[in-house]
């Protein structure tokens, strides 16, 4: 199966600054990668498919990047609200896999 | 506003069938995929399978041989039975909906959750 790494797994930063998270892929999956947001107690929300799309209400801070087999989510400016672990999942590769989370905690 | 709430019990014994329904509302089942999705406590997601409003399935090739996963539309309602549990099967369970003309990804609506705890 298609093993994603996501790194870090914990990123320590503040409300208005920028996070960087990393999805790496053990094969390719062409573009078909997205981001999930879960926070405690919730389920996964959707945040970017297809590598840079933007789900419906997901406000613009949120964006995403990459091909291949490298992949990038970004969070402008971020808000408080945004502190949570995201999670890649991709859909090239058959078994649908997903990777083992960035938690982006407040420094 | 599409919901969905999973439904079952949240204590299932050793070598026992762990059975959860998933029921829909504020759309009709047809015309999506529809899966089942896990997490252990503490840990990351597992996709288990999917199905189809016409009954086709597709299963995690690491599951395959205990899940089952069934549909009824007139209920608009779907199912996971998953057989010979043990307690590397407790984890939270997540029904979810694919977005329409996607399969395996992405799910745009999930449901809360619902913990299921294997004992011994």
């Known amino acids: 199966e298609n093993v994603l790494t996501q790194s870090p797994a914990t990123l320590s930063l503040s409300p208005g600054e920028t996070a960087t998270l990393s999805c790496r892929a053990s094969?390719?999956?062409?573009?078909?990668l997205g981001w999930y947001q879960q926070k405690p107690g919730q389920a996964p929300r959707l945040l970017i498919y297809?590598?840079?799309n933007r789900a419906t209400g997901i406000p613009a801070r949120f964006s995403g990047s990459g091909s291949g087999t490298d992949f990038t989510l970004t969070i402008s400016s971020l808000e408080p609200e945004d502190f949570a672990v995201y999670y890649c999942?991709?859909?090239?590769?058959?078994?649908?896999?997903f990777g083992q989370g960035t938690k982006v905690e407040i420094k | 506003q599409v919901q969905l709430q999973e439904s079952g019990p949240g204590l299932v014994k050793s070598s026992e069938t762990l059975s959860l329904t998933c029921t829909v509302s504020g759309d009709s089942i047809s015309n999506y995929y529809w899966s089942w999705i896990r997490q252990p406590p503490g840990k990351g997601l597992e996709w288990i399978g999917y199905m189809y409003y016409s009954g086709t399935t597709n299963y995690n090739p690491s599951l395959k041989s205990r899940v089952t996963i069934s549909v009824d539309t007139s209920r608009n309602q779907f199912s996971l039975k998953l057989s010979s549990v043990t307690a590397a099967d407790t984890a939270v369970y997540y029904c979810?909906?694919?977005?329409?003309?996607?399969?395996?990804?992405?799910?745009?609506?999930w449901g809360q959750g619902t913990l299921v705890t294997v004992s011994s």
């Open positions: 094969q390719t999956v062409s573009s078909y």
């Open positions: 297809d590598a840079s």
């Open positions: 979810a909906r694919c977005a329409r003309g996607y399969s395996y990804g992405p799910w745009d609506y």
């Open positions: 999942q991709q859909r090239n590769n058959w078994p649908p896999t």
